[in-house]
T-cell receptor, first 118, second 114 residues
Framework: EAQVTQNPRYLITVTGKKLTVTCSQNMNHEYMSWYRQDPGLGLRQIYYSMNVEVTDKGDVPEGYKVSRKEKRNFPLILESPSPNQTSLYFC?????????????????FGNGTRLTVT | QKEVEQNSGPLSVPEGAIASLNCTYSDRGSQSFFWYRQYSGKSPELIMSIYSNGDKEDGRFTAQLNKASQYVSLLIRDSQPSDSATYLCAVNPTGGGGYNKLIFGAGTRLAVHP
């Protein structure tokens, strides 16, 4: 089954304790992205990747790191989590990038990771 | 000004009515526009895309785009309780390093009551 798999689904941690949220897709998609979703603010892009070893900042990259060593995986790393990073996180992928004149690559989302930092 | 704006709702409509969801965007050069549906506790899924001015119909859904007014809307005909969800408008901006970004609005919550 074609899917984007995120783990864990729920995570409670303490301030400053490094954590990684994994994301994997089995559709051979070039583009992968991380979003956070907060009430009233919608989905905001954290980082995205156009292909292996190609990553770029989204709108809210501070406090996050990513890597794309393999095409299928795009982990999100919080080196020193803080309470303001408490949020619902989504990984998404698409066949091609989200740019260009006519974007015909729909985003496929993972099931989300609800992170609480105390 | 937010790049993509939507009324948060909730928009409450009776079963069988037409639900009208609206979205405005700030980047005049934007070329691609999308509606994603998100059920409570679930991830967003694409339901409509539109690229040129006018209407695009798909079953009970119609997307409308007016680039001059920087306005995109989604009409849901014969609304069903199963349509109750949050609808997210998304736009590809072209300015300010917007290439490869998809900007989402905060979403409009739709409630269809029997």
């Amino acid at each position: 089954e074609a899917q984007v798999t995120q783990n864990p689904r729920y995570l409670i941690t303490v301030t400053g304790k490094k954590l990684t949220v994994t994301c994997s897709q089995n559709m051979n998609h070039e583009y992968m992205s991380w979003y956070r979703q907060d009430p009233g603010l919608g989905l905001r892009q954290i980082y995205y990747s156009m292909n292996v070893e190609v990553t770029d900042k989204g709108d809210v990259p501070e406090g996050y790191k990513v890597s794309r060593k393999e095409k299928r995986n795009f982990p999100l790393i919080l080196e020193s989590p803080s309470p303001n990073q408490t949020s619902l996180y989504f990984c998404a992928s698409s066949l091609k990038g989200q740019g260009g004149k006519l974007n015909r690559s729909p985003l496929h989302f993972g099931n989300g990771t609800r992170l609480t930092v105390t | 000004q937010k790049e993509v704006e939507q009324n948060s709702g909730p928009l409450s409509v009776p079963e069988g009515a037409i639900a009208s969801l609206n979205c405005t965007y700030s980047d005049r050069g934007s070329q691609s526009f999308f509606w994603y549906r998100q059920y409570s506790g679930k991830s967003p899924e694409l339901i409509m895309s539109i690229y040129s001015n006018g209407d695009k119909e798909d079953g009970r859904f119609t997307a409308q785009l007016n680039k001059a007014s920087q306005y995109v809307s989604l009409l849901i005909r014969d609304s069903q309780p199963s349509d109750s969800a949050t609808y997210l408008c998304a736009v590809n901006p072209t300015g300010g390093g917007g290439y490869n970004k998809l900007i989402f609005g905060a979403g409009t919550r739709l409630a269809v009551h029997p």
